[in-house]
C-alpha cells in the first residue's frame, strides 16, 4: 500500500508536459447539392472561391452536372461556374450576397423572405424522392419543372 502511494505521490511530482491548445474546427456548413447554382457565369463579389471540381467518368450532361453538384457540396459551395462541361470552380456566395445579385439582375422579383433559413438547416423529415431540400424548404429537384402527368424523380429527371 505504501508503495502505491509513493508511486502517486513521484508521478505527482513529474515535470508538467507542454501541451499544444486545442483550436475547435471552424464549423462546416451542409449544402445540399439541389442548392448549388451551375452557371456559365462569374459569381458576383462577396463570394471566396474554394477550389475546382471535375466530372470524372460519366456517360451523359445530367450526369456530369448531379457529379459536379455532389462535389461542390461537398466543398461547401453553393456556386459552381462551369469552364468546360465536367469542369468547373467553386463558390460560397452568402445568402445576402446571391440575393442581392439576383434582385440587381431581375428587379421586377418579389424581395426574399425578412428571414431567410440558414443553410445549415435541413428539411426533417426528409424531402421525398423528386424534391430536394432548398433553405430548410422541400422543393421540386427537376429543373426546369415537370409537366403533368410526369413526376420528378428520385434522379432530377422527369418521368
Known amino acids: 500500500m505504501l508503495s502505491i502511494v509513493g508511486l502517486i505521490l513521484v508521478a505527482g511530482c513529474a515535470e508538467p508536459q507542454k501541451m499544444e491548445p486545442v483550436t475547435p ?7 445540399n447539392p439541389a ?15 474554394l477550389g475546382s471540381v471535375t466530372a470524372g467518368m460519366v456517360f451523359s450532361y ?5 457529379s459536379l453538384r455532389q462535389k461542390t457540396a461537398e466543398l ?37 423572405p425578412a428571414a431567410a433559413a440558414p443553410y ?13 431540400c ?9 429543373n426546369p419543372k415537370c409537366v403533368l402527368p410526369a413526376r420528378c424523380g428520385a434522379d432530377r429527371i422527369c418521368h
Open 120 to 132: 445549415s438547416i435541413l428539411c426533417e423529415p426528409d424531402c421525398s424522392p423528386g424534391f430536394a
Open 35 to 49: 442548392m448549388v447554382r451551375v452557371t456559365k457565369s462569374e459569381p458576383p463579389p462577396g463570394c471566396k472561391e
Open 76 to 112: 461547401g459551395g453553393d456556386w459552381l461556374t462551369l469552364d468546360m462541361p465536367t469542369v468547373g470552380r467553386v463558390f460560397f456566395c452568402p445568402p445576402d450576397v446571391v440575393n442581392a445579385y439576383d434582385a440587381a439582375r431581375n428587379p421586377n422579383a418579389p424581395p426574399p
Open 25 to 31: 474546427a471552424a464549423p462546416t456548413l451542409q449544402i
Open 134 to 142: 432548398v433553405r430548410g424548404q422541400c422543393v421540386e429537384a427537376c
Open 62 to 66: 445530367d450526369g456530369a452536372l448531379a
